[in-house]
């Protein structure tokens, strides 16, 4: 079965800095990965995902990330954090066909100093 | 276009009550996914319905909980006989065909059960 790891449970980060959020699956095959935000009180939004292709992936809100296989990671990046960017960031992996849902780490916190 | 509609938002239930909580799909899609997400945890797969039929529970709890999505009308994720362990909050997702995870999932607001 896959799993996720999200070894950072609070980030603290200075508004105008570069973040960025670690993530670690186990999958045996090439997982599907996503990254979803979550501000208090709200729903999952999908900030970009990965299924094959360049390594780097372009998301919503000026997020990137790259899919490393040689460290089975998946970190989130962002150069320049806004205070808004301040919420719960999730990452997930699924195991392809459709029937497994999603798998999500724990997630992390992001704070955004000003 | 609507997104992922799920009501109530908040419910409070004493133990031993059951629990309903709805979930409208987005428009045009016939595949929804059930997740619960306890305090503190990133969110744990329960179960994945299309119309009229279950294809996957294996995140259920074998006891109390069940799920449908009829033909017509909102999926349904009943808990019978709630306990305290059962606070959370539950999210519904769903996606236009269930082809794949190449399918993004769409998540609603979630409704957050307390249970006293």
């Known amino acids: 079965a896959q799993s996720v790891t999200q070894p950072d449970i609070h980030i603290t980060v200075s508004e105008g800095a570069s973040l960025e959020l670690r993530c670690n699956y186990s999958?045996?095959?090439?997982?599907?990965l996503f990254w979803y935000v979550q501000s208090p009180g709200q729903g999952l939004q999908l900030l970009l995902k990965?299924?094959?292709?360049?390594?780097l992936v372009q998301g919503i809100k000026g997020f990137e990330a790259e899919f490393k296989r040689s460290q089975s990671s998946f970190n989130l990046r962002k150069p320049s954090v806004h205070w808004s960017d301040a919420a719960e960031y999730f990452c997930?992996?699924?195991?392809?066909?459709?029937?497994?849902?999603?798998?999500f780490g724990k997630g992390t916190h992001l704070i955004i100093q000003p | 276009n609507a997104g992922v509609m799920q009501n109530p938002r908040h419910l409070v239930r004493r133990r031993g009550q059951e629990a309903r909580l709805r979930c409208s799909p987005m428009k045009g899609h016939s595949h929804v996914y059930w997740y619960r997400q306890l305090p503190e945890e990133g969110l744990k797969f329960m179960v994945y319905?299309?119309?009229?039929?279950?294809?996957?529970e294996s995140g259920m709890p074998k006891e109390r909980f069940s799920a449908e999505f009829p033909k017509e009308g909102p999926s349904i994720l009943r808990i019978q006989q709630v306990v305290r362990g059962d606070s959370a909050a539950y999210f519904c997702?769903?996606?236009?065909?269930?082809?794949?995870?190449?399918?993004?999932?769409?998540f609603g607001p979630g409704t957050r059960l307390l249970v006293l």
């Open positions: 990965y299924f094959s292709g360049d390594t």
């Open positions: 999958y045996g095959a090439t997982p599907y």
């Open positions: 319905l299309q119309k009229e039929n279950i294809i996957d």
């Open positions: 997702a769903s996606s236009p065909s269930g082809a794949g995870l190449q399918e993004t999932q769409y």
């Open positions: 997930a992996v699924g195991a392809g066909g459709g029937a497994d849902g999603l798998t």
